[in-house]
Each structure stands twice: as C-alpha cells, then as structure tokens.
C-alpha cells in the first residue's frame, strides 16, 4: 500500500524518482507525487490524482532540476484519491515535505492539538499531521530536522515508512521506518531508498534493510548512518547484496506483467522446487524443516494464516499436511486470527503465507502466534520482506517479483512449497507411506513440464472468453483439493475483470446459490478425474438441469463431460493433491481474457493494490 522512493546523488533526481515510482505502482496507483530540493534551496512539489503518467505530464516543461527527492504512489486510506491528498505533503511554512506509507493511527488527536496551536491542514490525510508536528517541534524546541522527526515519531501510533527532505539543507534525507518496508540503496556517492528493492535495481545491488524503530540518515557525502528511535544510539548496519536484475522487472514482450508471470509459471516453478526434492524423489530437502526437525515432529497442530490468494494456497496446504502429516490442521484469515483470541502454546506451530512478505494483517497474525509461544514459520516470495524476517523459520517460494496485482506465479510457487513442507513433514513424522511419497515427488518434480503442457490450451481459453465477457456473475465450483481452486479462480475473474463471482464447494450449492442459476450465469466447475469425480458429475449435473452454461476443467481424455458441460477444457492428469496447480492455469488465462475483452488494466485494477500494508 503505498510506494515511497527518495534519491540523493549527483543525478538529476527527478528522473530516478518517475522511473522508482513506475516500480513501485503495482503498491497503489491512486495518486503520485514528488519533492524536489533544489540546489538553490527551494522546495518544489508536483503532484497528480491518478497513475505516474499523468504526474509526469503535470511535471512535464515545469522546474524538475534538483539532486535530491523524494516521491510517493499512493493507495488512499484517509481521504479520496485526488490531487490535494496526494503525497508529498508539505508544512505549513512549505519548508519540510514528506511522504509516507502505513496509518497514523492517533492522527485526530495530534491535529485536535496542532490546531489549537493554529496550524490549518489543507488534505484529509493522515499524513499531513505527521510533517506538521514534525515542524510544530522543530520550531518550538529549536532542534535540528533529525531530532524533530525523531520527537514526533515517538508521538506516532501506527505504521509508517517515512522520507523528509527540508528545503534549505539540500544534502540531507531522513528516513524511518516501524512496520512499513524501507530499503536503503547504497550507490557511489548516490544512495537511494524506497519500499521495495525495485527502484534501487540496476543503480546498486548494496542494500540495508532498516528494521522497525529505525532512523536513517542520508548524508551527501557521507556513509549512511542508522540510528535507534528510542536511544539515538547508532545501530549496526548490515549492508546485502540484492539478487534481482533489471530483466525480471520487465514485460519481456509479453503486453501485461499478468500474462508474462502466468506464462512463467514453468520457469518459477522450477526456480521454486530446484534441490529441495532429493535422493532420486524420495525425499524432501527444506533447509527450514530440516533445522527444526523436533519442531515438526513434536507439533500438535498446525495453524495457517494468510490473506486473499495467500489463504486460498492455505487451504489447499490444510489438505495436503492432513494427508500426507496426519495430524490437526486449521486454516485462519490473518485478519480475523488476530483478533479472535486464539489458543496457542508451543506445541503449536503457525505457517505463515504471504506473497509480498508485508501484509499487515499476517504480520500481526505472527506478532500474536509468537507471543503465544508457538514456532511460526513463514513461507514468503519476497526475499528480506518483514514477514521472514519476524518468523522463527520459513522457505522462500523464489518465483521471482510478482508485478501484476492478480497473483499467479506466487500462488502456484505457494501450493508447490505446501506440498513440499507436507511430504517433508510427513516423513519425519513417519505419517505417509514411502510409495505415496515417491509417487507425488515423482510428479511434483515434473510439475514444471506438465504446467507447460497445461499452457497449451491459451487459444482454446481465449476463444472461449469472448462468449463469456458478457457474462455479469459467475460461480466457480469445485470440491476437495479443487474447493479452493474454485475460489481462486473467482478471486482472479473478480478483481480484474470486475465481474462478481462465487466459488463454492461445489456440493454446498445446492444449499442456496443454486437459486442464482439460470442461462446468464455461467459455472466454471473443475472436474478432474480424482476421488471426487463422480461427487462432482452430479453437481454439473445439477447445474444443466437449470439452464445454467457449463465451463468443465477435466483430466485429458475425459471424453464423457463432452455430453453434459458446454465447454470442456482439458489439463494434464497429475496425483490429485497436485491438481490444483494445473487447473489454475486455465483458471488464470480465462479470467484474463475476459478483462482484456472488457478492456479492463489487468496490472492495475481498481482499488486494489499488491501489497497491503494497512488493516
Ligand atoms: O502479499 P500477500 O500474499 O500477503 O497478499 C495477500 C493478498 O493481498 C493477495 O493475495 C491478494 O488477494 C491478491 N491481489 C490476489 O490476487
């Protein structure tokens, strides 16, 4: 939620700002915004309701000269998305700018109180309370900028990721950071900063990742220097090589980052299973169950908690630790975990999921599981997020950075690592026979050849969109390791193609929405030949009889759907805990096509924003 990007150097900062706010507006697109201190000392600020296009072209014949920035793409929390409540927000004298991501959660009373000291607030933001109190200090206690921000984010409840610039030092940013990303890159006599990595790419790969409660000061000039909020002490700083290259932040000829990252799904898979299946696929290697193997055989129960795409890998995980671990599984949204007073010790174990390694809801999820005691375990996409940084333990999916808003690539790099961590955990718990483990690491090591094969119906899934763009509702049904698939499936049709869609345990329809079936509300049912087809059969069954159209994912060579679904659409035969990989592949394409049919922006689609670091 939220991108913030700032640039110290010789460089025309300007430039380093648009293109870092580019990256960044998969974390919101509701409005940008830059500050610039010139070299004479002034302040400029340019800013725009809308994508960072339409900021450049505000920008574009004015003023943009200045070596030092600061820059913000915004996801509107406090305040509706236009040009006064984009970021920077300046105070009152126009001397301090600041951007910000994250909630000031006690704003309303610090402006009941800036305002009785005569401060007068232009925006509904949150934000603009924070830089005034920021100058509301400086100029009653006669401190220097970095004290003052340093007095005011002790005031602060919430979480933020901060940059200030002063007009009248332009050799100084200040950043901050309390559960919020911030990322510092450190170039040749240039240092960069932002929410994410991405920005900081093909400058420098020296990074430090500023902890929660930390202070950075950016000095021209001068080594970067981290202090501690609380004691001003000096921190130690720990500068990382990133590993991420220009190339996996582009399209790469494809129109979308949506249709490109679908079509990766053969690459990242392999990238997400190489070395950990072992011993010529009888046994698992997960560097974080191995370290703690006493943790996983002595668990009494495992809790997952994820959000949206996240949670729906979670379910599938439920299935697959039930099967092959044999042992209590729950599955939580991260959200309604936090605050429903779960009972947890620490024979406990809480898997976390999280593509972005930064939603705030899973990240108060693992706070509370771990002051339960229990050993929380992450399994994250985003190398050095928060998420894998707060847990006890974890494993990278390693897909690769997941631009488009809809995720794909991460969702089938999560069930992959699930089914991983299930088999590993299952044979130290000596839970699944050795014939069941080889056969499914068998296939799972296949998994990217048979996901390619999958991909093969893309025309096939195209065509078909276009007899369904016109479609207002659908319903996605499926049952067993597929029930979450279906709602996967609808999550992706719902959020680009703005279509409203259910999924549904595909048994559990006829206990109400079948009364929404008729002939302009088409079931997509995913149908392949496992334990539950003949279950499933009856439901599509039951949707035919009521007018309804039938959209069937069945296992190639399933002929007999032919004679009751409409539109068959055939995906490899896989063992049934891994077909809720290959039957999101069409799930995927048929829920692009249809936006792009719509003429939707499937990258960035209304409202929403990749990572979600608000409640
Ligand atoms: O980064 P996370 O995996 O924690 O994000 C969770 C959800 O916000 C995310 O999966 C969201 O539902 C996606 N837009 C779904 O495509």
Redesign the pocket.
């Known amino acids: 939620m939220c991108g913030i990007v700032g640039y110290i150097g010789s460089n025309r900062a300007y430039d380093i700002l648009i293109q870092g706010l580019k990256r960044l507006e998969y974390r919101g697109y509701d409005s940008a915004g830059v500050a610039l201190v010139d070299c004479d000392g002034k302040l400029k600020i340019h800013k725009s309701q809308g994508k960072v296009s339409n900021l450049e072209s505000i920008a574009s014949g004015a003023n943009v000269e200045g070596h030092l920035g600061i820059a913000h793409t915004r996801w509107a929390t406090h305040g509706e998305p236009n040009d006064i409540n984009a970021h920077p927000h300046v105070s009152q004298s126009g001397m301090i700018a600041l951007v910000h991501n994250g909630t000031i959660e006690n704003y309303a009373v610090l402006k009941k109180v800036l305002m009785e000291h005569g401060y007068e607030f232009k925006s509904e933001t949150d934000t603009e309370v924070l830089v005034q109190l920021i100058e509301y200090i400086k100029l009653t206690s006669s401190c220097t900028l970095l004290e003052a921000v340093r007095e005011a984010l002790l005031q602060v409840e919430g979480a933020y990721a901060i940059a200030v610039v002063e007009q009248n030092d332009p050799d100084t940013l200040i950043v901050a950071r309390k559960s919020s990303p911030l990322v510092i890159g450190v170039g040749e006599n240039e240092t960069f900063i932002a929410s994410d990595a991405t920005p900081i790419v093909g400058y420098t790969d020296q990074v430090i990742y500023l902890k929660d409660n930390e202070i950075g000061v950016i000095r021209r000039g001068e080594p970067v220097q981290v202090l501690s909020m609380f004691n001003n002490e000096p921190s130690t700083i720990n500068i990382q090589k990133l590993k991420l290259s220009l190339a996996q932040l582009e399209k790469g000829g494809y129109d979308t980052f949506m249709l490109k990252e679908i079509f990766e799904q053969p690459s990242t898979l392999r990238d997400c299973l190489r070395g950990r299946i072992v011993d010529n696929c009888r046994r698992v290697t997960l560097s974080g169950v191995d370290l703690n193997q006493e943790r996983f055989k002595t668990a009494e129960r495992i809790t997952l908690v994820?959000?949206?795409?996240?949670?729906h890998a979670a379910l599938i995980g439920k299935r697959l630790i039930q099967d092959f671990c044999k042992m209590p599984v729950e599955v939580e949204y991260a959200s309604e975990f936090r605050y429903g007073n779960p009972v947890l010790n620490e024979k406990d174990i809480v898997i976390s999921?999280?593509?972005?390694?930064?939603?705030a809801d899973?990240l108060a999820a693992i706070e509370l599981a771990k002051a339960k005691g229990a050993f929380v375990y992450g399994i994250c996409?985003v190398v050095g997020a928060s998420i894998p940084r707060t847990t006890d333990s974890g494993t990278y999916i390693h897909v690769g950075p997941e631009i488009g808003?809809?995720?794909t690539k991460?969702?089938t790099g999560q069930v992959t690592v699930l089914t991983l961590l299930a088999l590993s955990v299952g044979q130290l718990r000596g839970a699944i026979d050795d014939a069941t483990l080889h056969e499914v690491l068998a296939a799972l090591d296949k998994i990217p050849e048979t996901i390619e094969e999958a991909l093969k119906v893309d025309p096939e899934v195209k065509k078909l969109s276009r007899i369904f763009s016109y479609a207002h509702n659908f319903l996605y049904l499926g049952r067993g390791y597929n029930y979450p698939t279906a709602l996967e499936g609808a999550?992706?049709l719902k959020?680009i193609s703005y279509i409203h869609a259910e999924g549904y345990p595909a048994a559990e329809m006829k206990h109400g929405p079948i009364a929404l079936i008729d002939h302009d509300m088409p079931s997509v049912i995913i149908a392949p030949s496992d334990s539950l087809y003949d279950k499933i059969i009856s439901n599509v069954q039951q949707v035919k009889s009521r007018g309804g159209a039938v959209v069937a994912i069945v296992s190639k060579g399933n002929k007999a759907m032919n004679d009751i679904a409409d539109f068959c659409i055939e995906i490899p035969e896989v063992p049934e805990c891994l077909t809720p990989l290959v039957a999101s592949i069409p799930l995927q394409l048929l829920a692009y096509y249809i936006a792009v049919n719509k003429g939707k922006d499937v990258d960035q689609p209304r409202n929403?924003a990749?990572?979600?670091t608000v409640e």
């Open positions: 994820a959000c949206g795409t996240s949670w999921i999280s593509q972005s390694g930064e939603t899973t996409n808003v809809a995720s991460a969702f999550l992706k959020e929403l990749k990572s979600v």
